[in-house]
């Protein structure tokens, strides 16, 4: 996983899961529920990651770990 890639998982983790049919059913209102305690830990995870990998391509351009940390 590379640092937009990163950056994308905390994003979808911090929107919350889909309201599914079966919950419509049970009368639950249409949206999303909100993220639960360790959704957003794991989102700042991925956004420190995020960080992380672009402060490392930004110092470190010719490092070849880094290069393959980050990923295309």
Known sequence: MNG?????EGER???GQPIHADDL????EPG???PTQ???LTAQN???AALVAVL?????????TWNEVLGP
């Open 32 to 34: 999303t529920w909100p």
């Open 38 to 40: 360790m959704e957003l």
């Open 25 to 28: 059913a049970r009368g639950v």
């Open 13 to 15: 983790l911090l929107a």
């Open 56 to 64: 490392a391509a930004d110092r470190f351009p010719d490092s070849v």
């Open 46 to 48: 991925h956004f420190l």
């Open 4 to 8: 937009p890639d990163h950056y994308r």
